[in-house]
């Protein structure tokens, strides 16, 4: 996943980036043409997408971490929910030794050791939604058949999985990227023109609504203010953004602590530079890893939230039924 370094030579504007992107980018056209080699043998038949469960929906992008697909496939559920439908979600487990194959998660909280920390905080922030872990779609989609038969499948990303079939694909993009180039010139898994493999962009006939940050209180497990005086630990594809939006919020951001997208946050030196009585501002995603640590005590936690909706909620709404009747009618 992208860490700080790739980040840099994606988007940075000195010289020595732009020199990098220039030269990687005969290796972009090369990642380009085997990924549409790939796409063609699906599209001509030579190979077909299997269908153990239906419906599947899956919330996906075309660029590596930081879009948003975690909380944009968690609303996706919600909406599901509130039309009487149950839903399952299936996520990938990056990094995790459930990764591999699919698996069924327990109720309760999830050790992020064991099960990746984008599902321990999917179960984090909504308790009562079923998760099945793995990188094999297929399986995951064959086991929400076998426990959940009536549920709709939310994939949290899978855009790229091409050997699950979706009946509703949602696609995040930039609708003005600054860099279109595939991997490793640019964040693209994909080239960009296969927007259209997606039957939704966003933003584009909906937009994707982001509320400003809210924040929760660790201990208490309870609303609080934006500290006044803070400092921020991350460990996600984006820490500059995390960093402005934390500002926006009015946090006055002491220092920022960044580690690459899903680090565990377990190295014993982690909080030395944060010192004694501070206050430390963390993601969702970073907290369900950094509760288990021994060292917390002597300094205040607090979880940086953002609510995510797809406007206008009732035409999406209708629109998500009738792609899913659509399906079933299959």
């Given at each position: ?229 803070a400092w921020a630990l991350c460990a996600i594809a984006r820490p500059d953004r995390f960093a402005d939006d934390l500002r926006a919020a009015g946090v006055g ?50 979880v940086a939230l953002r609510d995510v909706s797809i406007q206008p909620a009732e035409e999406f709404r209708r629109w998500l039924v009738e792609r899913l009747h ?5």
């Amino acid at each position: 996943m992208a860490g700080g370094w790739e980040q840099r030579v994606w988007y940075g504007r000195a010289l020595r980036f732009r020199t990098a992107r220039a030269a990687l980018a005969p290796l972009a056209l090369l990642y380009a043409v085997g990924w549409e080699a790939y796409l063609a043998a699906y599209r001509s038949g030579l190979k077909r997408p299997r269908s153990p469960h239906r419906p599947v929906v899956c919330v996906g992008n075309l660029v590596v971490g930081g879009s948003g697909k975690s909380p944009t496939a968690l609303h996706v559920a919600q909406v599901l929910r509130s039309t009487g439908r149950p839903a399952v979600l299936s996520c990938s487990g990056y990094g995790s030794p459930r990764q591999r194959g699919a698996s069924w998660a327990p109720e309760g909280d999830l050790d992020p050791a064991e099960w990746g920390d984008e599902p321990a905080m999917a179960r984090w922030l909504m308790p009562d939604l079923p998760l099945v872990v793995g990188r094999d779609r297929v399986a995951a989609a064959a086991l929400c058949a076998q426990r959940a038969p009536d549920a709709v499948l939310v994939l949290d990303d899978g855009l790229q999985h091409l050997p699950l079939r979706k009946h509703a694909t949602i696609a995040l993009d930039d609708p003005a990227p600054t860099n279109r180039l595939c991997l490793p010139a640019g964040p693209y898994r994909e080239p960009r023109w296969n927007r259209s493999r997606a039957d939704l962009i966003l933003p584009g006939r909906f937009d994707l609504a982001c509320g400003g940050l809210r924040f929760v209180d660790a201990e208490s497990d309870r609303p609080t203010e934006a500290p006044k005086d803070a400092w921020a630990l991350c460990a996600i594809a984006r820490p500059d953004r995390f960093a402005d939006d934390l500002r926006a919020a009015g946090v006055g951001l002491r220092g920022l602590a960044a580690l690459t997208d899903h680090d565990p946050l377990s190295a014993g030196n982690l909080l030395d530079g944060v010192p004694p009585g501070s206050t430390v501002v963390v993601t969702a995603k970073d907290w369900v890893k950094l509760r288990r640590r021994p060292d917390l005590a002597g300094r205040r936690w607090v979880v940086a939230l953002r609510d995510v909706s797809i406007q206008p909620a009732e035409e999406f709404r209708r629109w998500l039924v009738e792609r899913l009747h659509e399906a079933e009618a299959e």
